[in-house]
C-alpha cells in the first residue's frame, strides 16, 4: 500500500485542514489526514503553515463522511471558528512516526525527479493528489502545457528512490486528443 500525507517542505507535515465552522459554540470541521483521522489531536498542538499560531484540538465525534468535529482552545463562538476556515494545520515532522518500507509522506514525494524505466527523466513530482480512488502523483513534464497524473500504484510507479531522490514512471497510456483522430 502506498500512503502518507504531507506538505511541501521537510520540517512539518500538513495533517489537516479546518473546512468550517459547526454549531455555535466555536467547534469546527476538520478534514484530517492521518491514518486514523481522530489521531489528528494525539500529536498535541498543530501550527499553522507559517509556525505563528497553534492549535490545540479536542476531537468530539467524527461525521459519517469521515470529517472530525472538534473543539479548538480559545475558540467559544462560531464567527471565531468561521474565521479559521482554511487554516491548514502542521505538525512537527519528528512528532510523526517513520512511514512503513511501502508508505512516503507526500512531503517526501513532492520535488523528486521522475523517470522512466530507462532512467531518462520525464519531470517532477509537483504534488501528490487523492481525489477519492487513490494517490495520484502530480508531474510536470517540461514539454508540456499541463502537469500529468500518474496513479501511485506498483505498476505506474515500481521505484521511489528517496536518497537519489527519483521516482520511477511507467507513464500512463492516453487516448488521443480528437484534433489527432482521421475526420470521419
Known amino acids: 500500500m502506498r500512503t502518507g500525507k504531507g506538505s511541501e517542505g521537510s520540517e ?13 459554540k466555536g467547534d469546527v470541521v476538520v478534514h484530517s489526514f492521518a491514518t486514523v483521522p481522530e489521531d489528528i489531536a494525539s500529536y498535541g498542538a498543530l501550527s499553522d503553515k507559517t509556525g505563528t499560531r497553534s492549535y490545540k484540538l479536542s476531537v468530539l465525534r467524527i461525521t459519517p463522511k469521515g470529517a472530525i468535529i472538534a473543539r479548538i482552545t480559545g475558540i467559544a ?23 512503513d518500507a511501502d508508505e512516503f509522506y507526500h512531503a517526501d514525494l513532492v520535488g523528486l525527479v521522475a523517470v522512466d524505466p530507462d532512467g531518462t527523466p520525464i519531470g517532477e513530482v509537483v504534488a501528490v493528489q487523492n481525489y477519492g480512488a487513490g494517490d495520484l502523483l502530480e508531474i510536470r513534464i517540461p514539454t508540456a502545457r499541463d502537469t500529468e497524473l500518474v496513479p501511485f500504484t506498483d505498476s505506474f510507479v515500481p521505484r521511489v528512490d528517496l536518497q537519489n531522490r527519483m521516482v520511477v514512471v511507467v507513464m500512463p497510456v492516453t487516448a488521443p486528443d480528437d484534433e489527432d483522430l482521421p475526420p470521419r
Do not use: F, Q, S, W
Open 77 to 99: 463562538d462560531r464567527n471565531a471558528a468561521e474565521a479559521l476556515k482554511g487554516v491548514e494545520l502542521y505538525v512537527p515532522r519528528d512528532k510523526l512516526p517513520e512511514p
Open 12 to 24: 512539518t507535515i500538513l495533517l489537516g485542514r479546518i473546512v468550517g465552522a459547526h454549531g455555535i
